[in-house]
């Protein structure tokens, strides 16, 4: 594999990493272009544990982007600081980002997953559960938390912001809501939903991608064998 990108996301990049977190690693890579052209087509994931790491294939990142995913877009807006590998056309594709970016997509894809962390929670009941699932519980609330917030920043501003403002916050609401108190999750999605309605996004309907377009071509000209 050819690796154009990678970069340290998750709780760290998020700044809510403690003693004995996951560390985990996302990239973007692209398989030498002749073969595409094979009777057997290549993997467009790789995925490990120990480390945590996936890797999604050029074409694949691009659609995953395109449509409005949120672990993707993640990579695209890393601190510099946690970018491990960074080639050029790594740099272009972050220089990309906004032609990714439309309205819908990115209020469905965001408040969606969101609902999902709390059809999650609402299974688990009221906390009376083992301490291992209790800790689960409160990574979904701080993910639900996390993903209203960057959500709706990145809704109405244009701009994601990967690490997270107050910590302490999304830890002391994820420890309430494993605790039994649903209700504020429930609050701050319907909250969530309200803010993105009354918003006017500046975000375009749709992705412009012709330049996603020229990027992948260079990447298949780049990775082109001619031997």
Request: aromatic residues 8%; glycine residues 8%.
């Amino acid at each position: 594999m050819h690796i154009l990108l990678s970069g340290i996301v998750g709780s760290t990049a998020y700044g809510l990493a403690r003693p004995g977190s996951d560390v985990d690693r996302l990239g973007v890579f692209a398989v030498p272009t002749a073969a595409l052209h094979g009777l057997t087509p290549p993997a467009e994931s790789h995925v490990t544990t120990k480390p945590d790491r996936q890797l999604h294939e050029a074409r694949k990142f691009a659609m995953l982007c395109i449509g409005g995913n949120p672990t993707a877009f993640e990579l695209l807006w890393l601190p510099d600081d946690l970018y491990e590998v960074r080639t050029e056309l790594g740099q272009e594709l972050i220089d990309l980002r906004s032609a990714f970016l439309s309205a819908p997509r990115v209020r469905d894809a965001y408040l969606g997953y969101a609902r999902q962390q709390f059809h999650r929670l609402k299974e688990r009941g009221d906390g009376s559960f083992s301490a291992d699932l209790r800790k689960r519980t409160a990574k979904h609330a701080r993910h639900l938390a996390r993903l209203t917030r960057q959500g709706l920043d990145l809704y109405a501003t244009g701009t994601l912001t990967v690490r997270v403002e107050c910590p302490e916050w999304y830890h002391d609401f994820g420890d309430a809501v494993a605790g039994g108190h649903l209700q504020i999750a429930s609050d701050l999605l319907a909250k969530a939903e309200r803010n993105v309605a009354r918003i006017k996004s500046p975000l375009p309907e749709r992705p412009d991608t012709a330049p996603i377009e020229a990027w992948l071509r260079r990447v298949r000209e780049a990775r082109w064998d001619r031997r």
